[in-house]
T-cell receptor, first 114, second 118 residues
Framework: DTGVSQNPRHKITKRGQNVTFRCDPI?????LYWYRQTLGQGPEFLTYFQNEAQLEKSRLLSDRFSAERPKGSFSTLEIQRTEQGDSAMYLC????????????FGQGTRLTVV | ELKVEQNPLFLSMQEGKNYTIYCNYSTTSDRLYWYRQDPGKSLESLFVLLSNGAVKQEGRLMASLDTKARLSTLHITAAVHDLSATYFC??????????????????FGKGTKLSVIP
């Protein structure tokens, strides 16, 4: 399978715990995006990388959130001191830097904070 | 701030009927995408619309883009049950000067939940 891969698919955590998600993009895609989708809403942009550089962060990304893409390949999104409001589907997408191509999405990680 | 509005948000239609989903957006952009999402699943790319007047068709779905009106439509012809899903339009936040320096992040509408009833 050469699509975007996300792990884990589901994560249940207690409030206050830290969680980390991983995204493996399509191999030739140098842009990687993280989105968050809450129930009944469209995905909302969180942050994006071009290669290993994190170039933009949404105001939705509080200081409890951190994302990395250390070697310009896979990326991780960490949430510290989780809150119930963090419960959502976290989607990763990748695309080539050519703006005329669509972004391809992974299956997502569904986070439930109890 | 770019806003993307879809309507209707919920659509229940009978098999065999036609209908159109509308997507309005608030700032100039010439890149618009349609995605399909099944319950609990990720987003599947349907159409990429890259210029004013672009029209693309795949099976019973046809999408068009009018950048002057800032409007895209997704037309469903002779609906079948398999088309039941949530459909999202997304607009590319590309720079107006076309320098390629933008993030090309997507701003999504809230989605249209389509139910096709036998």
């Amino acid at each position: 399978d050469t699509g975007v891969s996300q792990n884990p698919r589901h994560k249940i955590t207690k409030r206050g715990q830290n969680v980390t998600f991983r995204c493996d993009p399509i191999s030739e895609h140098n842009r990687l995006y993280w989105y968050r989708q809450t129930l009944g809403q469209g995905p909302e942009f969180l942050t994006y990388f071009q290669n290993e550089a994190q170039l933009e962060k949404s105001r939705l990304l509080s200081d409890r959130f951190s994302a990395e893409r250390p070697k310009g390949s896979f990326s991780t999104l960490e949430i510290q001191r989780t809150e119930q409001g963090d419960s959502a589907m976290y989607l990763c997408a990748s695309r080539k830097s050519d703006s005329n191509t669509e972004a391809f999405f992974g299956q997502g990680t569904r986070l439930t904070v109890v | 701030e770019l806003k993307v509005e879809q309507n209707p948000l919920f659509l229940s239609m009978q098999e065999g009927k036609n209908y159109t989903i509308y997507c309005n957006y608030s700032t100039t952009s010439d890149r618009l995408y349609w995605y399909r999402q099944d319950p609990g699943k990720s987003l599947e790319s349907l159409f990429v619309l890259l210029s004013n007047g672009a029209v693309k068709q795949e099976g019973r779905l046809m999408a068009s883009l009018d950048t002057k009106a800032r409007l895209s439509t997704l037309h469903i012809t002779a609906a079948v049950h398999d088309l039941s899903a949530t459909y999202f339009c997304a607009v590319d936040n590309n720079p107006l000067n076309g320098s390629g320096a933008g993030s090309y992040q997507l701003t999504f509408g809230k989605g249209t939940k389509l139910s096709v009833i036998p």
